[in-house]
């Protein structure tokens, strides 16, 4: 098993969410699964400019199978939610970025699959993107996605820091969905930006607090942990994704070392 631990807060994992969990309950899973929007048409890269989509399954993730039955996916989906509720501390908090999606001629949303009985939808965050991928034409371009805030229960009493930040967003329930500007070859395919990863563990972590990725990706929620000194564990199921991870995160602590 490949393991990236480059100091005692930070713990990446090579491997299945299924096969790899924390050892101890976390105070914030911040996740974005696969959104199950694969195609069979040929893939179609590049940029899209604001306004512009791109129907040729620009949000698939390469080399993952991204083109579940409907309904094997959203129960996936829902046990992977209710292994989450196990996971979190009593006061801990679930921020589960997903989105409407349109498909065979019907709007689906995530509240389809949400384990109301284990789980309390706590506050709902609107990511405006600004642009769209996977749109069929006659449906408006689903320009949004959301940032679900789950907790155990609704008396519970959640961690959430008010501060205002100089440089990240604000306690309003919009906010921008940067997304990542690397032009290289190898860039993700579905990343989120840096500052709005920090501003979830900003928020939602206590300081010193652990959070928890299964979804790891490029390693944008670990980055952020670091840059906001909370600890971290998360695992990728991809290699490519877990050596681009380490490659960030090098790169990050050299600059901010210099």
Same mark, same amino acid.
């Given at each position: ?11 990446l994992y090579? =491997? ?21 929007? =694969? ?11 604001? =306004?512009? @989509? ?101 008396k519970t ?27 290289s070859k ?17 928020? @939602?972590?206590?300081?010193? =607090?652990?959070?928890?990725?299964? @979804? ?43």
């Amino acid at each position: 098993m490949n393991i990236f631990k480059p100091n005692s807060k930070i713990c990446l994992y090579l =491997g299945s969410r299924n096969d790899i969990l924390p050892d101890e309950r976390v105070d914030l899973v911040l996740t974005s699964p696969p959104y199950n929007i =694969g195609s069979k048409a040929p893939r179609k890269d590049g940029f899209r400019s604001q =306004g512009k @989509y791109d129907p040729k399954s620009f949000g698939a993730i390469r080399g993952y199978k991204d083109d579940l039955p409907e309904e094997v996916y959203q129960q996936q989906q829902k046990d992977f939610l209710i292994k989450c509720s196990e996971l979190i501390k009593d006061d801990g908090v679930i921020a589960y970025n997903h989105k409407n999606r349109h498909k065979n001629g019907r709007l689906i949303s995530p509240y389809a699959w949400f384990p109301y009985d284990k789980l309390v939808l706590h506050d709902e965050i609107v990511l405006d993107r600004k642009s769209s991928h996977n749109n069929e034409k006659s449906f408006m371009q689903p320009t949004t996605e959301r940032l679900y805030i789950f907790k155990k229960n609704q008396k519970t009493k959640i961690y959430f820091n008010k501060k205002k930040t100089a440089t990240f967003f604000s306690t309003r329930d919009v906010w921008p969905f940067l997304i990542i500007q690397d032009k290289s070859k190898d860039r993700h395919c579905a990343p989120y930006g840096l500052n709005f990863a920090r501003e979830v563990v900003f928020r @939602y972590c206590p300081p010193d =607090g652990l959070v928890y990725d299964p @979804y790891s990706g490029s390693g944008t929620s670990m980055l952020a942990c670091y840059m906001e000194e909370r600890r971290f564990i998360g695992t990728e199921l991809m290699e490519k994704w877990f050596n681009k991870s380490i490659e960030r995160f090098n790169i990050l602590v050299k600059a901010k070392n210099e």
